[in-house]
């Protein structure tokens, strides 16, 4: 059955420093997504991507963040100077259309020093 | 803007045993989707159930069912004969129209059910 898969599965990284997380959809997918759960919360909405555009964006996706495809297999969320309080389990999950359920990965943990 | 709520942090059961966790929810869509989410400690998301909002048939899948009460804006899920492998964080979701035409899902705090031998 396919699946959603993110790399790396852990990441830890310096405050101020840049990281890239990525994820592959399922090939056929068009809508694509990016969630956060910071541990103990709930989980929350970061931005949705179609037709190589952001559709939908949260008040928490702010200019530190940022989307690509930049391949067409590749999704990548994309955090420019990281805070202690990005610290958090990022989801990448993604749909076939609009009517389908959607997939998640199994998220990657990223810590901030 | 919609909100999800689940009161119930915690729960346990006893296995074999049947227990019901609890999700309401606010909107003034009339088209919308509802879903059960479970997060085991491996973290990933799994679905488990999902229920259109124009259906009045509540869903069902193995032994996972709802109870979903448009009026009331209750979307309760019921798990039957609860095994050692249900323990894990349950997510109910609601399934949003954004602005933009496209969907975002809004979720809530989540439930941690335990399974007791």
């Known amino acids: 059955e396919p699946e959603v898969t993110q790399t790396p599965s852990h990441q830890v990284t310096q405050m101020g420093q840049e990281v890239i997380l990525r994820c592959v959809p399922i090939?056929?997918?068009?809508?694509f997504y990016w969630y956060r759960q910071i541990l103990g919360q709930k989980v929350e909405f970061l931005v949705s991507?179609?037709?190589?555009?952001?559709?939908?964006k949260s008040e928490i996706f702010d200019d530190q963040f940022s989307v690509e495809r930049p391949d067409g297999s590749n999704f990548t969320l994309k955090i420019r100077s990281t805070k202690l309080e990005d610290s958090a389990m990022y989801f990448c999950?993604?749909?076939?259309?609009?009517?389908?359920?959607?997939?998640f990965g199994p998220g990657t943990r990223l810590l901030v020093l | 803007a919609q909100t999800v709520t689940q009161s119930q942090p915690e729960m346990s059961v006893q296995e074999a045993e049947t227990v019901t966790l609890s999700c309401t929810y606010d909107?003034?869509?009339?088209?919308?989707?509802l879903f059960w989410y479970k997060q085991p400690p491996s973290r990933q998301m799994i679905l488990v159930i999902r229920?259109?909002?124009?259906?009045?048939q509540n869903a069902t899948e193995n032994r996972f069912s709802v109870n979903f009460q448009k009026a009331a804006k209750s979307f309760s899920l019921k798990i039957s004969d609860s095994q050692l492998g249900d323990a894990a964080m349950y997510f109910c979701?609601?399934?949003?129209?954004?602005?933009?035409?496209?969907?975002?899902?809004?979720f809530g705090t989540g439930t941690r059910l335990k399974v007791l031998a």
């Open positions: 979701a609601y399934r949003s129209r954004a602005t933009s035409g496209t969907y975002k899902y809004i």
């Open positions: 991507f179609y037709n190589n555009e952001i559709s939908e």
């Open positions: 909107t003034s869509e009339s088209d919308y989707y």
């Open positions: 999950a993604s749909r076939l259309s609009l009517g389908e359920t959607q997939y």
């Open positions: 229920q259109e909002a124009y259906k009045q």
């Open positions: 090939s056929n997918h068009l809508y």
